[in-house]
């Protein structure tokens, strides 16, 4: 078996796909702060502006070009791919071609270019690789994997293809099942979209119609955590690893305890009219067990609900131009 060596720490290099999506954009200045000045060059099929002090490097790729995929990767002198790029569940439904071509193509062309170029490569997998054949309480990550949502199948063949690319490759592949991310950048066409849209809707108008019931229960995560865990486990000795893919877990709520949780800092009024995203959030697990990432690298979440809610609101207050209604002690 071929080893593909991680450098050392200082000298690590990142090319991002999807940069500008929910997770490049906190992670990338997070990226800054870790690893020092000129360690990302990012990409996106359209070229956008990045909120950050030190413009990254960009080049425009879109996935789906293998060739165009390999030679970004080169001119980039990476060490690391971060490909995050994906359609998540609900877009993906709605353009199902699409969704294949950068889901499945995307991930094709991303573990060939860190083959060809001897990179490590980490891509995001998601709680939807679970179906409802799966355990839903505290899921362990080895168990029944039967999605029934096209980013779900997608997201298990890029687990086991970067499994496979590991070991025929040596390829330093590595990926964590993410649950729904809550952060104040807007999410991109996901079910867990809800506990983002949120935030936004009743400090803007005091009113929020949530298309879940209220009773639905899903493992949700804070992005500054899901951040800081995606480059803990980066980071992680590979002899401290005994698998390539790790569930990661922090909280669970329902979409009324969310709402209650909000409702003691600001005042408003929620609604819940489920839509066709209520059947993929009833398909996946409601609580995620990550024994397995806190015991080889020493995962652990800072983030519960309250503190994730006034981070949110105060930091989407900001954003709005509005004093923060929390009062500080
Ligand atoms: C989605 O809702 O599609 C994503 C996910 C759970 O991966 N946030």
């Known amino acids: 078996m071929l080893l593909n060596i991680a450098r050392n720490f200082s000298s690590k290099k990142f090319f991002i796909t999807g940069a500008s999506g929910q997770i490049g954009k906190k992670l990338i200045p997070y990226l800054y702060e870790r690893y020092g000045p000129n360690c990302v060059v990012v990409s996106d099929v359209n070229q956008t ?33 971060l490909h995050l790029a994906a359609y998540l569940s609900a877009k993906a439904e709605l353009q199902l071609q699409k969704s294949i071509d950068v889901n499945i193509i995307g991930v094709n062309n991303a573990l060939e270019a860190a083959r060809i170029h001897n990179t490590a490569i980490y891509v995001p997998s998601s709680i939807a690789v679970f179906g409802p054949t799966s355990p839903r309480v505290l899921t362990p990550d080895d168990c029944v994997v039967q999605p029934t949502t096209a980013y779900g199948i997608s997201k298990v063949y890029m687990e086991m293809m970067g499994n496979y690319y590991h070991k025929k490759f040596g390829v330093n592949f590595r990926s964590l099942r993410y649950p729904g991310a809550v952060s104040s950048d807007p999410p991109g066409g996901g079910t867990t979209d809800y506990a983002v849209e949120i935030f936004f809707e009743l400090l803007k108008n005091q009113e929020y119609q949530c298309f879940l019931s209220k009773g639905t229960e899903l493992p949700m995560m804070y992005i500054d955590d899901l951040i800081q865990g995606t480059c803990d486990l980066i980071d992680a000795p590979e002899e401290t690893l005994t698998r390539r893919v790790y569930n990661l877990g922090a909280i669970s709520f329902t979409a009324e305890q969310l709402t209650s949780c909000i409702l003691k800092y600001i005042p408003g009024t929620v609604t819940y009219k489920s839509d066709h995203r209520q059947a993929y959030a009833d398909s996946w697990p409601m609580s995620i067990d990550d024994s397995l990432a806190r015991r080889d ?7 519960d609900i309250d503190l994730m809610t006034r981070t949110m609101i105060e930091l989407i207050s900001k954003q709005m131009h509005k004093p923060n209604p929390i009062k500080v002690a």
Do not use: M, R
């Open 297 to 303: 690298w020493n995962w652990k979440h800072k983030f």
């Open 49 to 81: 502006q990045f909120d950050v002090e030190s413009q990254p490097p960009f080049l425009p790729l879109d996935v789906v070009d293998k060739e165009g995929f390999a030679k970004a990767v080169e001119a980039s002198e990476a060490t690391h791919i």
